[in-house]
């Protein structure tokens, strides 16, 4: 999970070590409450693409449409997808050469996403 502008930098500066050249793609949901701009601004000039997906449940978060647009504008691949499950799937149906998926954004979302792989508490 990472939210706010603090976290989008705190994650841009861990990621260059882990990429080690390879394609990042981000899989980001946010809540409304939270700025989006500041959160994708350090984090989109190393993703290759973005997948925006809903945060789920009874959330108000950002539209996914709204922020695969701010991904576009900054010349990111990206698209709105349904869910977390889809934008995986796209990646790996588009995927050439093996990249590194990074699911951020909401806390809900990670715990969702934790949740179904039966990694949650």
Not at 23 to 51: C, N
Request: hydrophobic share 50%.
């Amino acid at each position: 999970g990472g939210h706010n502008p603090d976290a989008g930098r705190a994650l841009a500066e861990s990621l260059p070590a882990i990429l080690a050249g390879r394609p990042l793609h981000l899989v980001v949901g946010l809540l409304a409450s939270k700025d989006a701009e500041g959160f994708l601004a350090p984090l989109l000039p190393l993703a290759a693409s973005l997948r925006a997906v809903p945060v789920g449940g009874d959330h108000v978060a950002h539209e996914p449409q709204a922020l695969a647009a701010r991904a576009e504008r900054s010349g990111v691949a990206a698209r709105a997808c349904p869910g977390v499950a889809a934008a995986l799937a796209g990646i790996a149906a588009e995927e050439e050469p093996p990249g590194v998926v990074l699911v951020c954004g909401s806390l809900y979302l990670a715990g969702a996403v934790l949740r179904e792989n039966g990694t949650a508490p």
